[in-house]
């Protein structure tokens, strides 16, 4: 499996960005990509994903309904469309993709439980 993320760039506060992540190798659910994020000295952290039933899309907290994941399974794409950026945004944003589905929120949520990853597009947010 590849995942290729793209999109990122230097966007002023209160900007919008779209992020895509293109998977290839192998035919699996785009359900299963879910969006990180790592911020200069920090640890990778969860943005957006699908929940088990596929149909659920959880946001972490800090999106605060600013961001939106959706995904094109004709072309095995996941984007993640960014608006009301703020310089807290900054990071290093990657997709990622398991195997199976994540039974929990838990598993979800946590970068180590997950195989395949991008290689991650950078996201400037000037002040």
């Known amino acids: 499996v590849q995942l290729q993320a793209s999109g990122g760039g230097l966007v002023q506060a209160g900007g919008s960005l779209r992020l895509s992540c293109a998977a290839s190798g192998r035919t699996f659910s785009t359900a299963s990509i879910t969006w990180f994020r790592q911020a200069p000295g920090k640890e990778r952290e969860f943005v957006a994903g699908?929940?088990?039933?596929?149909?659920?899309?959880v946001y972490a907290d800090f999106v605060k309904g600013r961001f939106t994941t959706f995904r094109d399974n004709a072309k095995n794409t996941v984007y993640l469309q960014m608006k009301d950026l703020e310089p807290e945004d900054t990071a290093v944003y990657y997709c990622?993709?398991?195997?199976?589905?994540?039974?929990?929120?838990?598993?979800?949520?946590?970068?180590?439980?997950?195989?395949?990853w991008g290689q991650g597009t950078l996201v400037t947010v000037s002040s």
């Open positions: 990622a993709a398991r195997n199976s589905v994540a039974l929990s929120i838990a598993i979800l949520t946590n970068p180590a439980m997950y195989i395949y």
């Open positions: 699908t929940d088990w039933s596929g149909g659920r899309i």
